[in-house]
């Protein structure tokens, strides 16, 4: 039967490491025709794209890229990366790129690497917005020129497109600066043929690897908590779904499950170029590890539009830690709080953009404002304190100036004339460096899914 099989060894390169064992079984006993993954993604937040680090150890994407280098290149079996490095901009690009060099000298490995950058020239953005509206995503701010400027790191989701060129040019590995997750596992397919929806709604699911599995047994020993390559392999009109460790299964359940992840709707997701239509989606046991996916559609958009992500530096962020055990002090600590913000903004009132948050923990640190359980006090909680400041001098000192009115702050009832918390870390206040905030989160309107992505050929 003719089929695209498609082996995706991870669901993020770097993120605990790819299972060995499983994955070089999975290479004899399946022989995929391409390894196609995700690199990274905008998840962690805004710093690792602004600041252009990794947000999986250094260590891990090094072991993983070898893996895939040593295995697949003598095997000629095509390697694809979406989101490199992390957030996918050319720095992490870039890095991605040494490393491979880096491991393909030591291994004596030659290889042909497409590399598609996804930045986008602020010149040319803000000409765009200045001419014409291009609109938010999921708000209702239009991009303006003054937003371009204000951007340090502006990508654009790519799709397909360009990932399928890369392969057209021969390309063993293609290192895809940021991409739509499941587009990036999804080329393969539709470049050989095979229907885009269903292409892309297999890449949906494969895209986070073996969460889209449960577990069939308990897990062995030796699977812990690595990362296990799952197959996808597409026919005409289906696509099979399998992990590569028995001790995993792909049920109908668990694929329709993923299918969920991350989506607003149960029934349509907006892709690069048009929206993927599940309400004829259907899901059934191929065998006790297998599911089955039919009926899934995509519809092109006109225009084709790709996503923007862009990132501003807004400051210098310094953070401080401490716990509060005493029962008069957790029931007045809002006030206390409030009145210590209060305090440091006219301490320091000509600070300009000086931002201070706290996070109690242990009470609602985690949702705020929409924590539900509102059980009795309790009997300690921890709070995080959050300043960004122009400078992170500046963003150190409020942190102190806190730590030390907290530390002696007069509230009804204190029988303690200091040490009203305990602060676990000296120094107590921690500096963590830039601060960026996503500020462009838009559609961009353009001629096709290739027209912003160059493809540029290099021999490792």
């Known amino acids: 039967m003719k089929e695209a099989v498609v082996l995706t060894p991870t669901g993020c390169i770097g993120n605990r490491g790819i299972h060995r064992e499983t994955f070089l079984r999975a290479l004899d006993e399946v022989k995929p025709q391409v390894l196609a993954m995700d690199g990274g993604s905008l998840d962690p937040g805004a710093y690792y794209l602004g600041a252009g680090w990794a947000h999986s150890p250094v260590l891990n994407v090094k072991w993983d890229l070898e893996l895939l280098l040593t295995h697949a290149v003598p095997r000629r079996i095509p390697i694809i990366v979406g989101s490199?490095?992390?957030?996918?901009?050319?720095?992490?690009?870039?890095?991605?790129?040494?490393?491979?060099?880096?491991?393909?000298?030591?291994?004596?490995?030659?290889?042909?690497?497409?590399?598609i950058y996804a930045d986008l020239d602020p010149r040319y953005l803000r000409a765009r917005a200045a001419k014409e509206k291009i609109p938010g995503v999921d708000h209702d701010r239009?991009?303006?020129?003054?937003?371009?400027?204000?951007?340090?790191?502006?990508?654009a989701m790519m799709g397909h497109e360009p990932i399928c060129r890369a392969l057209d040019m021969g390309a063993d590995f293609v290192v895809a600066g940021r991409a739509s997750d499941a587009s990036a596992i999804a080329a393969f397919p539709i470049r050989e043929?095979?229907?885009t929806g269903l292409s892309l709604h297999m890449g949906d699911i494969l895209e986070c690897g073996e969460s889209a599995a449960k577990e069939r047994e308990p897990f062995l020993r030796d699977v812990d908590h690595n990362r296990i390559p799952i197959l996808g392999r597409i026919r005409k009109d289906h696509f099979l779904l399998k992990p590569m460790h028995p001790?995993?299964?792909?049920?109908?359940?668990?694929?329709?499950?993923?299918?969920?992840?991350?989506?607003?709707?149960?029934?349509?997701?907006?892709?690069?170029?048009?929206?993927?239509?599940?309400?004829?989606?259907?899901?059934s046991a191929e065998?006790?590890?297998?599911?089955?996916?039919?009926?899934?559609?995509?519809?092109?958009?006109?225009?084709?539009?790709?996503?923007l992500e862009g990132v501003r530096k807004?400051?210098?962020?310094?953070?401080?830690?401490?716990?509060?055990?005493?029962?008069?002090?957790?029931?007045?600590?809002?006030?206390i709080l409030e009145k210590a913000r209060e305090r440091e903004f006219t301490t320091f009132s000509g600070v300009q953009g000086l931002q201070i948050h706290f996070h109690v923990y242990g009470r609602d640190g985690v949702l705020g404002p929409y924590e539900f359980e509102r059980a009795p006090r309790p009997h300690e909680v921890g709070v995080v304190v959050d300043v960004v400041a122009p400078t992170q001098e500046i963003a150190h000192d409020v942190g102190q100036d806190i730590r030390s009115r907290i530390s002696f702050w007069r509230y009804e009832g204190r029988q303690t004339t200091a040490g009203n918390v305990a602060v676990p870390f000296s120094p107590s206040v921690i500096d963590v460096g830039a601060a960026y905030e996503?500020?462009?989160?838009?559609?961009?309107?353009?001629?096709?899914?290739?027209?912003?992505?160059?493809?540029?050929?290099?021999?490792?």
């Open 142 to 155: 239009v991009l303006t020129p003054e937003m371009v400027d204000q951007g340090s790191t502006i990508v």
């Open 84 to 115: 490199s490095g992390g957030s996918g901009a050319r720095p992490h690009v870039d890095t991605t790129i040494g490393f491979i060099r880096e491991i393909a000298q030591a291994r004596k490995i030659r290889l042909k690497a497409a590399v």
């Open 247 to 283: 001790a995993l299964a792909c049920t109908p359940e668990s694929c329709a499950a993923h299918s969920l992840y991350e989506r607003a709707s149960i029934y349509s997701s907006i892709f690069p170029g048009g929206v993927l239509d599940k309400r004829e989606s259907r899901y």
């Open 193 to 195: 043929g095979y229907d």
């Open 287 to 307: 065998d006790e590890w297998t599911t089955r996916v039919t009926g899934t559609r995509f519809t092109p958009a006109s225009p084709y539009t790709v996503l």
């Open 438 to 460: 996503l500020h462009i989160f838009h559609a961009l309107p353009v001629k096709d899914g290739n027209e912003l992505f160059k493809v540029e050929i290099l021999e490792i």
């Open 314 to 335: 807004v400051g210098y962020r310094s953070i401080l830690v401490f716990g509060v055990r005493t029962p008069r002090m957790i029931a007045q600590i809002d006030s």
